[in-house]
Each structure stands twice: as structure tokens, then as C-alpha cells.
């Protein structure tokens, strides 16, 4: 939401948040999802940890929010593998019918544009990148509406 990243502590194994759950950030979550419809699927470093994902359905939770599932960790965690995995995630998820990937690591470089395969053309379409140093602001949030909303007018 802001920057998610898991730091875990070294001597005490619990999980730093106090970059994470910033109040615009969630609102801004809160007005894509009730404008869309729209249901949340982890693909970041959050997934790996039960720890971590408790901690994320709790500050979801308390905004009247949640995730269905995450995504799988098959193949490491570099962007190239993150991108497979959520390629993975909505072609085998039978139920999805928009979807946006949103990250604030560039997932989906420009200077790839034209030399990648199809599913990753695909991937760079439903792609959406915030500024680490702002989270998900009204810009991307808007950007976010704007696609998930064409996407389901087009299925129409």
C-alpha cells in the first residue's frame, strides 16, 4: 500500500510495518475497490509469511478490507518471477475477469517494450506503478479505476 515490504527484524523475527497501512493509501485503496468491485490478491514479499499476511488482513481489516488469496512464490522473487506468477494467478483463477497488477517496482520496464513475449505484453497492459515514496495516491488509484472499469465494459 505503501512501499510493501516486509523487514523482518533480526533478533526478534517480527515484522516491521511503521512504513506501511498509511491512512491516504488505503483510502485510496477503499475508493478502487468500491468503485470496481475489485477483490485483492497478494503477489508481493507479504505472501511469504503467515506473520506478514496476518498482519496485512489485520490493516485491511480495520478499513473494511481484505485479500482472497496470494499469488505463489514458484520461482523466486525477482521481478521477472513476480510477473510469471501473477500471469500464473489470473490464467489459472477461473473467476477473474479484470485485473491490474500494482507495484512500486517497475515490473513491466519500458525498455522492454516490443522485445517481450506476449504474456508479458499482456502483463505491461493490466500494469499499474505507484512512486515508492507516495504509495498509492488519487493519480494511480484513478488509473487503477479507469482500467479495471474498461476492462469490465469491454467484457460487456
Not at 494467478?89 to 512500486?104: C, E, Q
Not at 506476449?118 to 488509473?143: I, K, P, Y
Amino acid at each position: 500500500l505503501h512501499p510493501l515490504r516486509v523487514r523482518l527484524l533480526e533478533d526478534t523475527q517480527t515484522v516491521d510495518t511503521s512504513h506501511c497501512f498509511q491512512r491516504g493509501c488505503l483510502e485510496q485503496l477503499i475508493r478502487v475497490v468500491a468503485a470496481t468491485g475489485a477483490e485483492l490478491v497478494l503477489s508481493s514479499s507479504w505472501r511469504n509469511f503467515e506473520l506478514a499476511r496476518q498482519q496485512v488482513s489485520a490493516a485491511l481489516a480495520t478499513h473494511g478490507l481484505g485479500f482472497r488469496e496470494w499469488t505463489t512464490a514458484a520461482g523466486g522473487e525477482s521481478n521477472e518471477a513476480r510477473v510469471d506468477q501473477i500471469l500464473t494467478f489470473v490464467a489459472s483463477a477461473n473467476d477473474v475477469m479484470t485485473w491490474a497488477a500494482v507495484d512500486d517496482e517497475d515490473l513491466a520496464p519500458s525498455d522492454l517494450a516490443g522485445s517481450e513475449s506476449l504474456m508479458r505484453a499482456v502483463f505491461r497492459q493490466h500494469f499499474v506503478r505507484t512512486d515508492a515514496s507516495s504509495g498509492l495516491d488519487r493519480r494511480t488509484a484513478d488509473e487503477l479505476v479507469t482500467l479495471l472499469l474498461a476492462e469490465s465494459e469491454e467484457e460487456n
